[in-house]
């Protein structure tokens, strides 16, 4: 009987016996039984766990030192062909080098593959193993084996189906131990234990080291991630260490389940969430969140006065129902579908489909069907006349990494010229996916949009296919599991692209990271397009939930929003609490984000009470715009905007890549720009206003502090604001004007929080 503990313990388990080359045994009913030898499994297991298929070593784009192996071993087919034939990996041919073996089937103890890694001969990656360790007598066994690939294995079909690890969630006091176990588990339904076959890293040896068994040491408090690393497969453990338990954690109620995951997870790191926050904060909050503005000062008072336990929910249910949500999610969609003008051929274009996008979000339009419309849009359709005009996005290789970045969150762009140097993304996968767009065609001064592949099509002059810049072949279209599109499909490639995107978990699970990444400043995989193995989820489960939910409701957004601005976590106070302070990842409280550029030029005109004026570009016939268009309402080139401009408003010529950074041309704005200063002092604005009405001084200030900050100054701010103004009582108007001034250039003011 294997105790797995002691087993975990062991240096390597890929002992390959020289004369059956038996390199594992599987555990079933407590029996071992021999399971035949593979080359994935036992030469790239040792690749693995030794790091020489780091995407830093031979695993790179180009490998290191002429050798070349596919990072992590996803593709032990061409590592054995590099290692026994010979030869080396190219970028954009297939062309080898001059070959040379590895392996020395005459003499295998000289094999480069033993001689580098136990640096008998001068070796880059340094000593990986030692001269009569396991590793070193795996591969020398193999090699006087005549270091054959392990073919009969392979067709008796006995598969690793998954890998677990167990724990997945560790919580440690300092300076606290915990074993890792990892599990294989086979077709055949046996199980093995791999934790010594395995490599293990952290991503901060500050909270918790492992060592090469998967031991891991409690270092400071804090929380990190493990990866484990096998042969084709990445996995991970979670680790907080925490340094103070508390003694009686509360019981914390829960509106749905979003607090129940986000609440266990804080009680098993010992976290407390922050207070509920006030009707105050929550009010301004959810304004802002699902309609881009703030709310007025009387509606302020109304809701701090209404006594309604349901006002909350009530008040989510009127904004869901706003044209103000409407103006605010186009904006927000806009930036994401990129409505835009290239040209003043195109201007009716991108009208024609930012309308498009405003109509799907006012009609609650069903998320997957307005990514298909928007995905396999051809003929005269909206997205058909302007998206496809954009000049950035003319040619397959461009055009399909967006679409899946945008909706599926994954990264695939650095697969256009090799196998993707960091995730199991090969170079055929990407030129499979590319060459669904290669059939669209321009027609009648880009008006109409046609899809056919192929040739023959009578405005079709050319073969539309696109050609893999390595091989030089043809590519048919293909999904992501290899599966090829039909010839008797090729009229319409797109649609069915589309289709097969909307009906993939991808989907949903990078729609709803998406969405709660608005909400909460961050995605539960964050950046929220770039899901990785080495990026993995900070709440899993919920992520999971999440989408199965969204899916399960019919892709609704609305729906997913309400379920996430009704939960406790997403109306937590910003206010920390002693064991949540340093919290930036598990929603304990809530945290400042930035104001876009349209969001805060839009609040400055709504505290000054005077509506900005925007000028038409010139080539969509210039002049004024309608008085009283918000800035969310315009597209950047045909509303040019100084202000949106420096405070990083998002142009669409790329999708939005997070919160621009600050700069020296908003510190400008500040002090001299007319969005700041002119707005201020205007003479139809509020200030002017309540001037003219002789308000008193405390009424003034509290008007402006519930119009910017939807609060009423606290006793300290409005005792010494009273008595600086009661100093300067000859300069009365002036005093106010950079009262006001202060108020709007607050962090408090150009934060959500």
């Given at each position: 009987?294997?105790?797995?503990?002691?087993?975990?313990?062991?240096?390597?388990?890929?002992?390959?016996?020289?004369?059956?080359?038996?390199?594992?045994?599987?555990?079933?009913?407590?029996?071992?039984?021999?399971?035949?030898?593979?080359?994935?499994?036992?030469?790239?297991?040792?690749?693995?766990?030794?790091?020489?298929?780091?995407?830093?070593?031979?695993?790179?784009?180009?490998?290191?030192?002429?050798?070349?192996?596919?990072?992590?071993?996803?593709?032990?087919?061409?590592?054995?062909?590099?290692?026994?034939?010979?030869?080396?990996?190219?970028?954009?041919?297939?062309?080898?080098?001059?070959?040379?073996?590895?392996?020395?089937?005459?003499?295998?103890?000289?094999?480069?593959?033993?001689?580098?890694?136990?640096?008998?001969?001068?070796?880059?990656?340094?000593?990986?193993?030692?001269?009569?360790?396991?590793?070193?007598?795996?591969?020398?066994?193999?090699?006087?084996?005549?270091?054959?690939?392990?073919?009969?294995?392979?067709?008796?079909?006995?598969?690793?189906?998954?890998?677990?690890?167990?724990?997945?969630?560790?919580?440690?006091?300092?300076?606290?131990?915990?074993?890792?176990?990892?599990?294989?588990?086979?077709?055949?339904?046996?199980?093995?234990?791999?934790?010594?076959?395995?490599?293990?890293?952290?991503?901060?040896?500050?909270?918790?080291?492992?060592?090469?068994?998967?031991?891991?040491?409690?270092?400071?408090?804090?929380?990190?991630?493990?990866?484990?690393?096998?042969?084709?497969?990445?996995?991970?453990?979670?680790?907080?260490?925490?340094?103070?338990?508390?003694?009686?954690?509360?019981?914390?109620?829960?509106?749905?389940?979003?607090?129940?995951?986000?609440?266990?997870?804080?009680?098993?790191?010992?976290?407390?969430?922050?207070?509920?926050?006030?009707?105050?904060?929550?009010?301004?909050?959810?304004?802002?969140?699902?309609?881009?503005?703030?709310?007025?000062?009387?509606?302020?008072?109304?809701?701090?006065?209404?006594?309604?336990?349901?006002?909350?929910?009530?008040?989510?249910?009127?904004?869901?129902?706003?044209?103000?949500?409407?103006?605010?999610?186009?904006?927000?969609?806009?930036?994401?579908?990129?409505?835009?003008?290239?040209?003043?051929?195109?201007?009716?274009?991108?009208?024609?489909?930012?309308?498009?996008?405003?109509?799907?979000?006012?009609?609650?339009?069903?998320?997957?069907?307005?990514?298909?419309?928007?995905?396999?849009?051809?003929?005269?359709?909206?997205?058909?006349?302007?998206?496809?005009?954009?000049?950035?996005?003319?040619?397959?290789?461009?055009?399909?990494p967006e679409l899946i970045r945008l909706f599926m969150g994954r990264r695939i762009e650095c697969a256009q010229c090799h196998s993707h140097p960091f995730e199991a993304w090969s170079q055929n996968q990407y030129w499979g996916l590319a060459a669904f767009f290669a059939g669209y065609t321009e027609l009648r001064d880009s008006t109409l949009i046609i899809d056919v592949l192929g040739g023959g099509h009578v405005d079709?002059?050319?073969?539309?296919?696109?050609?893999?810049?390595?091989?030089?072949?043809?590519?048919?279209?293909?999904?992501?599991?290899?599966?090829?599109?039909?010839?008797?499909?090729?009229?319409?490639?797109?649609?069915?692209?589309?289709?097969?995107?909307?009906?993939?978990?991808?989907?949903?699970?990078?729609?709803?990271?998406?969405?709660?990444?608005?909400?909460?400043?961050?995605?539960?995989?964050?950046?929220?397009?770039?899901?990785?193995?080495?990026?993995?989820?900070?709440?899993?489960?919920?992520?999971?939930?999440?989408?199965?939910?969204?899916?399960?409701?019919?892709?609704?957004?609305?729906?997913?929003?309400?379920?996430?601005?009704?939960?406790?976590?997403?109306?937590?106070?910003?206010?920390?609490?002693?064991?949540?302070?340093?919290?930036?990842?598990?929603?304990?409280?809530?945290?400042?984000?930035?104001?876009?550029?349209?969001?805060?030029?839009?609040?400055?005109?709504?505290?000054?009470?005077?509506?900005?004026?925007?000028?038409?570009?010139?080539?969509?016939?210039?002049?004024?715009?309608?008085?009283?268009?918000?800035?969310?309402?315009?597209?950047?080139?045909?509303?040019?905007?100084?202000?949106?401009?420096?405070?990083?408003?998002?142009?669409?010529?790329?999708?939005?890549?997070?919160?621009?950074?600050?700069?020296?041309?908003?510190?400008?704005?500040?002090?001299?720009?007319?969005?700041?200063?002119?707005?201020?002092?205007?003479?139809?604005?509020?200030?002017?206003?309540?001037?003219?009405?002789?308000?008193?001084?405390?009424?003034?200030?509290?008007?402006?502090?519930?119009?910017?900050?939807?609060?009423?100054?606290?006793?300290?701010?409005?005792?010494?604001?009273?008595?600086?103004?009661?100093?300067?009582?000859?300069?009365?108007?002036?005093?106010?004007?950079?009262?006001?001034?202060?108020?709007?250039?607050?962090?408090?003011?150009?934060?959500?929080?």
């Open positions: 009987m294997i105790v797995k503990f002691a087993r975990a313990l062991l240096p390597s388990l890929l002992v390959i016996t020289s004369s059956a080359l038996l390199a594992h045994s599987a555990e079933e009913n407590g029996v071992e039984k021999p399971r035949p030898f593979t080359f994935a499994r036992a030469i790239e297991g040792i690749f693995t766990r030794r790091g020489c298929n780091d995407a830093t070593c031979h695993g790179g784009v180009k490998g290191r030192g002429g050798f070349k192996l596919s990072v992590y071993g996803l593709y032990p087919r061409e590592d054995y062909k590099w290692i026994v034939e010979g030869g080396t990996f190219r970028v954009l041919t297939t062309e080898d080098n001059p070959k040379y073996s590895r392996v020395d089937l005459k003499q295998p103890e000289k094999s480069l593959l033993l001689l580098k890694p136990t640096f008998s001969v001068p070796h880059g990656g340094g000593l990986r193993f030692q001269v009569g360790s396991a590793d070193y007598d795996t591969i020398l066994t193999w090699i006087r084996s005549g270091a054959p690939y392990g073919e009969e294995a392979e067709k008796q079909g006995v598969t690793v189906e998954r890998v677990e690890v167990s724990p997945k969630d560790v919580v440690l006091p300092a300076r606290g131990r915990q074993q890792l176990i990892v599990t294989a588990y086979l077709s055949n339904g046996q199980q093995e234990d791999i934790t010594g076959q395995v490599r293990y890293i952290t991503s901060d040896s500050a909270v918790a080291e492992v060592s090469e068994t998967g031991l891991i040491q409690a270092g400071k408090a804090g929380e990190t991630n493990i990866l484990i690393r096998t042969p084709g497969r990445t996995l991970s453990a979670d680790v907080g260490v925490v340094e103070k338990p508390i003694a009686k954690y509360p019981k914390v109620e829960a509106r749905n389940y979003i607090d129940e995951h986000v609440f266990a997870k804080l009680r098993k790191f010992q976290i407390l969430p922050s207070e509920r926050s006030t009707d105050q904060e929550f009010l301004r909050r959810v304004c802002l969140d699902l309609t881009g503005t703030l709310p007025p000062p009387q509606r302020v008072r109304e809701f701090m006065a209404d006594k309604d336990p349901n006002k909350r929910d009530r008040l989510i249910e009127i904004l869901l129902n706003s044209p103000e949500y409407t103006d605010y999610w186009g904006f927000r969609f806009g930036d994401l579908l990129r409505a835009t003008y290239v040209t003043s051929n195109s201007i009716k274009g991108a009208r024609a489909y930012q309308k498009w996008i405003t109509d799907s979000i006012a009609t609650n339009k069903p998320y997957d069907q307005m990514a298909r419309e928007r995905i396999g849009a051809q003929g005269y359709s909206a997205p058909a006349r302007n998206f496809y005009y954009i000049a950035e996005l003319t040619t397959p290789d461009v055009l399909m079709q002059p050319k073969d539309m296919m696109v050609m893999n810049p390595r091989t030089k072949e043809k590519v048919v279209p293909a999904f992501l599991d290899g599966a090829r599109l039909p010839q008797s499909e090729w009229m319409d490639p797109r649609m069915h692209l589309a289709k097969w995107v909307t009906s993939h978990p991808y989907f949903a699970e990078a729609t709803v990271n998406r969405l709660w990444s608005f909400f909460f400043g961050r995605g539960i995989v964050d950046p929220v397009d770039d899901f990785r193995s080495t990026n993995p989820p900070t709440h899993p489960e919920l992520l999971e939930a999440l989408a199965k939910d969204f899916k399960g409701g019919g892709y609704d957004l609305k729906r997913l929003m309400r379920t996430i601005v009704q939960s406790r976590t997403y109306q937590l106070s910003g206010t920390p609490n002693e064991s949540n302070k340093e919290d930036k990842i598990d929603y304990s409280h809530a945290l400042p984000r930035p104001l876009e550029a349209a969001v805060l030029l839009d609040a400055i005109t709504s505290v000054t009470g005077v509506p900005e004026k925007f000028k038409l570009h010139p080539q969509v016939g210039g002049g004024d715009a309608p008085l009283g268009t918000r800035a969310m309402q315009t597209i950047a080139d045909i509303c040019p905007s100084q202000f949106m401009d420096d405070f990083g408003r998002s142009t669409r010529r790329a999708l939005p890549v997070g919160p621009p950074q600050t700069n020296l041309l908003e510190a400008l704005h500040m002090v001299t720009g007319p969005a700041y200063n002119d707005k201020i002092s205007s003479e139809s604005g509020r200030l002017s206003g309540l001037l003219k009405k002789d308000a008193p001084d405390e009424q003034i200030l509290d008007e402006f502090y519930l119009a910017a900050l939807t609060r009423f100054p606290t006793s300290e701010e409005k005792s010494q604001l009273m008595n600086f103004l009661a100093r300067r009582p000859s300069r009365r108007q002036e005093t106010l004007t950079g009262l006001v001034w202060a108020i709007i250039n607050s962090r408090e003011f150009a934060h959500n929080h």
